[in-house]
């Protein structure tokens, strides 16, 4: 593989981030720049389902954004958050800093712990 990415390191706990859900598939945890009161990136874990940007998917990676927005779905049901935006930066003219794909989670509801 090429170089890791910081959400590589994130994902293999090599750097600490703020985990606020994990399974087998996905990770989410807090942007350390936040721009709404509850701004949370969903990654995938596995290998298999790495990719750098919604520009890069292929046939056996188009169920990952699918992934993603589910498991937001459901952080957000099981979090009693019922409005938020999700988003994906595609491509550095897009806004896109981290080759990982991610799923941007915004609420202007706060998670009760917060
Ligand atoms: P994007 O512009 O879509 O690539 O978004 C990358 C996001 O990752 C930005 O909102 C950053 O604030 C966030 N970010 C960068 N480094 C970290 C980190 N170590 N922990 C948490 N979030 C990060």
């Known amino acids: 593989m ?5 959400f590589h390191r994130i994902r293999d706990k090599e750097i600490p981030a703020s985990i606020v859900y994990e399974d087998d598939e996905v990770l ?8 709404a009161p509850t ?7 596995k290998d298999e389902d790495f990719v750098p940007s919604i520009d890069d998917l292929t046939e056996e990676t188009a169920h990952v954004p699918g992934l993603l927005i589910r498991k937001a779905q459901k952080f957000a049901q099981e979090h009693g958050i019922t409005g938020y935006q999700l988003k994906f930066h595609v491509g550095k003219g897009g806004g896109q ?3 990982y794909l991610h799923l941007h989670f ?4 706060k998670l009760a712990d917060d």
Do not use: M, N, R, Y
């Open 28 to 35: 989410a945890f807090k942007d350390i720049h936040p721009k």
């Open 39 to 45: 701004h949370l990136l969903f990654i995938a874990k």
């Open 97 to 99: 800093e981290v080759f």
């Open 2 to 6: 090429t170089e890791k990415t910081i």
């Open 106 to 109: 915004l609420s202007e509801q």
